[in-house]
């Protein structure tokens, strides 16, 4: 476990305990996996070249990493409210030992994921129109 810390905000990196999963949900573009759309929505702000925003100019490792949230509402809300961000929302089931690591950062319920683009990929199980 990796700790930083931001100002006054501790960020603890966690990797997916061995026998445990994690559910999460991604804002995305497209909707099947074949998708080079899907799949670049799984690419950081960093990785696809765009400046960093708000948290990410303090830190380089929150550029590098992905927003998720821990429920479809909390995602459902953002896609509403950012519509540019993507038109569908992707459950996905992370695993341990692929090499993914997460925190919890920004407000309750919001989560950073760090892992390659096509592992996060083939961790989705579901995807659904934004307004279902």
Do not use: C, K, N
């Not at 700790?3 to 099947?32: C, H, N, S």
């Amino acid at each position: 476990m990796a700790r930083l810390t931001l100002g006054d905000t501790r960020l603890v990196v966690y990797e997916i305990a061995e026998g445990t999963g994690l559910e999460l949900f991604r804002i995305v573009r497209g909707d099947y996996v074949e998708q080079q759309a899907l799949v670049d929505s799984f690419r950081s702000h960093y990785e696809l070249g765009l400046p960093p925003r708000r948290a990410e100019q303090r830190a380089a490792v929150i550029h590098m990493g992905l927003s998720t949230y821990r429920t479809v509402s909390q995602a459902r809300g953002t896609a509403i409210r950012f519509p540019a961000i993507g038109t569908h929302l992707a459950r996905l089931q992370l695993q341990p030992g692929r090499g993914v690591s997460f925190a919890d950062t920004g407000h309750p319920g919001h989560v950073t994921v760090w892992g390659d683009p096509l592992t996060l990929t083939r961790s989705i199980v579901d995807i659904q129109p934004v307004g279902s």
